[in-house]
């Protein structure tokens, strides 16, 4: 397995990870628990070390899965997982909006220490930005996570280059979580200068564009009862259809290099930065090997290029999250 650096932090974590979300949550119902287990320890026989979940998958009940699975390979693994929801720790009832007032952080450091049966949480990362709780509070309160033993290192997830840059004069910042793929470019104005600048990684979700980089939806596509697609306004028929030129780009591609879609949309993510460590999420073993199959899949300077060039070219329609969801990131 490749091994990349997130910035200039010491964390060294395989060059693909897990995103864990869809096993327990967002895309329909919620996948065969044991099954999952099998699924993760497949990845991490297939040497992935870098596993990503969050007290709010679930609530709770993502962290305890990762907990479960990788019990087994705590030496061998890296878990980030994440606070910033307002969710009630005992009961697990979502209240409206976020919470990253300081002893709310270290609560849930404490509860998500127990979910995943470790002693220390290898990445910390701020879900969402609080606006009514100063960057440098929660910079200092996971400082003191830090300092106690509790947590290993800060992150943060869709926070403005300003954010960053604030939360990092307190606590080094070793990772940055924005959705970025040929999909979605816009970390490339001022979040990738910004982490570059800094020594920040970046560690980005959705790489294959919620599927549709896969080129197994279309138009047409119906998705299940609790799929959060059905809410987005890019997974539109419109939109889908408005949009499909891109698909068909990486679908030119991958034909000519003997790929898939989702192999050349990864590929060209790798390729952009060695400090960024996708997390492609999937609960089929069969879409673990092909995403994997993406680190041996070589894109030239010319093929890049071209790529971008047809790329930049296309306007896609549609946003990329619910409006709710869009004023939640600090982007």
């Known amino acids: 397995m490749q091994m990349r650096k ?6 060294n974590v395989s ?11 967002v895309y329909g119902p919620v996948a065969n628990r044991q099954q999952m287990i099998a699924l993760i320890g497949a990845a991490v026989d297939c040497g992935v070390t870098f ?34 929801f307002d969710i009630d720790l005992k009961t697990g009832e979502r209240r409206n909006g976020v919470n990253s007032r300081p002893e709310h952080i270290k609560q849930v450091a404490e509860a998500a220490l127990k979910r995943l049966g470790v002693e220390t949480i290898e990445l910390f990362y701020q879900h969402r930005v609080d606006p009514a709780v100063p960057i440098e509070e929660v910079a200092g309160a996971v400082r003191d996570l830090i300092q ?28 940055v979580q924005s959705e970025y793929s040929l999909w ?8 990738l200068p910004t982490l570059e600048e800094l020594g920040i990684g970046f560690v980005p979700f959705s790489p ?6 896969t080129g197994k939806i279309d138009q047409n596509t119906q998705f299940e009862g609790s799929d959060f697609r059905k809410l987005v306004p890019r997974f539109t028929p419109e939109a889908l259809a408005a949009n499909s030129g891109l698909v068909d780009l ?14 050349i949309a ?6 952009q930065k060695p400090w960024i460590v996708p997390i492609p999420g999937t609960t089929k073993l069969q879409r673990l090997d092909e995403n994997l199959g993406a680190l041996s899949v070589e894109l030239s300077a010319e093929e890049l290029q071209e790529i971008n060039d047809a790329a930049s070219k296309m306007v896609l329609i549609g946003a990329r999250l619910p409006e709710g969801a869009l004023k939640m990131t600090g982007l």
């Not at 997130?6 to 964390?11: F, T, V």
């Not at 693909?16 to 869809?22: A, D, F, S, V, Y």
């Not at 290192?153 to 606590?171: K, N």
């Not at 990864?266 to 390729?271: D, E, F, K, Q, S």
């Open 6 to 11: 997130l910035g200039k932090s010491d964390l």
């Open 15 to 25: 060059a693909m990870g897990l995103g864990c979300m869809g096993m327990t949550s």
């Open 208 to 213: 294959l564009g919620a599927g549709f980089l």
């Open 184 to 191: 979605w470019r816009e970390p490339e104005k001022n979040i």
């Open 51 to 84: 596993f990503d979940t969050a007290e709010a998958y679930g609530p709770f009940v993502n962290e305890e899965l990762l907990g479960e699975a990788l019990a087994p390979h705590h030496n061998k693994v890296v878990i980030a997982t994440k606070f910033g």
């Open 148 to 175: 106690a033993g509790k947590v290993k290192y800060f992150g943060l997830s869709e926070a403005s280059a300003a954010t960053i840059r604030r939360a990092h004069t307190v606590q080094p910042v070793a990772a």
């Open 250 to 263: 990486v679908k030119t591609v991958a034909a000519r290099k003997g790929a898939t879609p989702a192999q």
């Open 266 to 271: 990864l590929a060209w993510l790798l390729a």
